[in-house]
């Protein structure tokens, strides 16, 4: 989405941004962007620990700028008045599956298709209103529900002071994204066809390398056929900082606290009953000599989960190195954690982790099977950039449970297979991955995907034990 995307992405290597005082180059200081608290990695630092389709760092005017030859879209928005823009994001992707849960004949393929219109209306340089309508839908997949298809409803409606996506201060109310660090604790689940989106106030500052964000939010409940809305007694809050290039060279620090409330939690007994949830920790990310690149990503979590105590954690690490040769190969290595309970039947203390409201896509591999809880995930993989708008990626997972008398987790819903007896061992399964991803230009990208999740031992105890397979085929235009 044109200027909402540019916040989540950053720079992209195969397509850098244009000069901003280059002709043609339309500059929108209060231009909406997608995510909140998001910033741009340190220069050499990739967005994500692999390559993955993230939404295109767009903006107004970028065509014209780049090639002094305006885009459709651009030449359309030279005609509105200043104070009025359009922005918007078309996009379809075939996908499938076979397999599901590990079965035979459980296949199924299917096209999804979204549609994403924003007007801004932007009266001075410190206010502005923007609305967003939605079209997303799902073609020969039945039932067609969320978040599959959510059909014509809107998707963010707020009214802004100053600019939260940009330095000084800014103030934003009323529905819109959250995207913060990664996106592994609140994040707007981009891939997915029905994002997610928060009833919301966020104040933010941002000077000198220096940024704070505070919130107060619920998630909006996904409906089809209705206006979506959020659910009483289901509140979020929390504070996100960054500091970049202060304390160390070339990194950046993310320091962060989650406060999630909520009635109607699924307590450990399967009944109902009280969240009172705080996640805080921080990210760091940088880059070292030698062309390498790290991240890493902890947190703790403490408060009740109805009569349970919740004592959980999670972590996330990653190193690559960029070879200075043809293609830019960087080979990478990664772990990733997050802890699972030692025991079921023990009310007192809940050990599972819960990561709240993510964006899982390719975060625990391609496939999207397995949910950040109770999982030890370790990975190794190659990204490579053959040519100026094309990169590619090819990566292998190894899954175990973090504990083998918790639950195997999806990345949406409660379980998909359970032995709190903890005799069908921790070895999940093995993941392969590969995508490649195609910009023509600043405005569209073209990927394709196929992520394969074979069965170990703890799968093929639980299940059939057949191997999981999820193509794709994208396509994305932002304008």
Same mark, same amino acid.
């Given at each position: ?331 990478? =290595?990664?772990?990733? @954690? &997050?802890?699972? $309970?030692?025991? #079921?039947?023990?009310?007192? !203390?809940? %050990? ?63 379980? =998909?297979?359970?032995? @709190? &007896?903890?005799? $069908?061992?921790? #070895?999940?399964?093995?993941? !392969?991955? %590969? ?45």
């Amino acid at each position: 989405m044109s200027g909402t995307a540019k916040a989540q992405t950053g720079q992209d290597p195969n397509n850098p941004p244009p000069d901003p005082n280059a002709p043609g180059q339309v500059k929108l200081p209060g231009e909406p962007r997608a995510v909140g608290g998001q910033t741009t990695p340190p220069a050499g630092v990739p967005l994500t620990a692999g390559v993955s389709t993230v939404p295109l760092p767009y903006h107004t005017g970028d065509i014209a700028a780049a090639t002094g030859e305006p885009s459709i879209s651009e030449k359309f928005e030279e005609k509105l008045p200043r104070w009025l823009r359009f922005t918007g994001e078309l996009r379809d992707r075939v996908e499938g599956y076979e397999n599901l849960n590990f079965k035979p004949n459980n296949g199924d393929l299917y096209d999804l298709y979204r549609l994403h219109v924003g007007m801004l209306i932007e009266p001075t340089s410190w206010i502005r209103f923007f609305i967003m309508g939605s079209d997303e839908r799902v073609f020969d997949r039945s039932p067609a529900l969320p978040p599959y298809q959510n059909t014509w409803d809107i998707k963010q409606a707020y009214f802004e002071l100053g600019e939260t996506e940009g330095s000084g201060f800014g103030l934003r109310v009323g529905r819109q994204d959250l995207y913060f660090g990664n996106g592994r604790f609140i994040g707007n689940s981009w891939w997915t066809n029905d994002q997610r989106a928060f009833n919301a106030v966020r104040g933010s500052y941002e000077k000198d390398g220096y940024r704070a964000d505070l919130f107060i939010a619920s998630v909006v409940i996904q409906r089809d056929g209705v206006v979506d809305h959020t659910n009483q007694g289901n509140n979020l809050s929390g504070a996100y900082g960054t500091i970049k290039n202060h304390f160390i060279k070339n990194s950046q620090i993310e320091p962060f606290t989650f406060w999630h409330v909520m009635n109607g939690a699924t307590l450990k007994s399967g009944k109902l009953g009280h969240l009172d949830e705080w996640t805080g920790g921080v990210r760091f990310l940088g880059r070292l000599p030698g062309n390498f690149d790290y991240r890493t990503e902890m947190a703790l979590q403490r408060g009740e989960l109805g009569p349970s105590a919740i004592r959980a954690w999670t972590g996330h690490w990653v190193i690559g190195n960029t070879l200075p040769v043809w293609f830019a190969p960087r080979p990478f =290595v990664e772990y990733n @954690y &997050a802890s699972g $309970d030692s025991n #079921h039947s023990n009310n007192n !203390v809940e %050990g599972t982790f819960d990561p709240i409201y993510p964006s899982t896509h390719d975060k625990l591999g391609l496939a999207d099977q397995i949910g950040w809880r109770n999982i030890k995930d370790f990975r190794v993989g190659l990204d490579v950039r053959p040519a100026k708008k094309w990169v590619a990626n090819v990566s292998g997972h190894d899954f175990w449970l973090a504990n083998a008398h918790d639950a195997l987790y999806p990345t949406r819903g409660s379980v =998909v297979f359970k032995d @709190y &007896a903890g005799t $069908d061992g921790t #070895h999940v399964g093995e993941e !392969v991955d %590969g995508q490649v991803i195609y910009k023509p230009t600043l405005q569209t990208q073209i990927g394709a995907g196929i992520g394969h999740l074979m069965p170990g031992e703890y799968l093929n105890k639980q299940s059939k034990g057949l191997s999981y397979t999820y193509p794709y085929f994208l396509i994305d235009y932002v304008f």
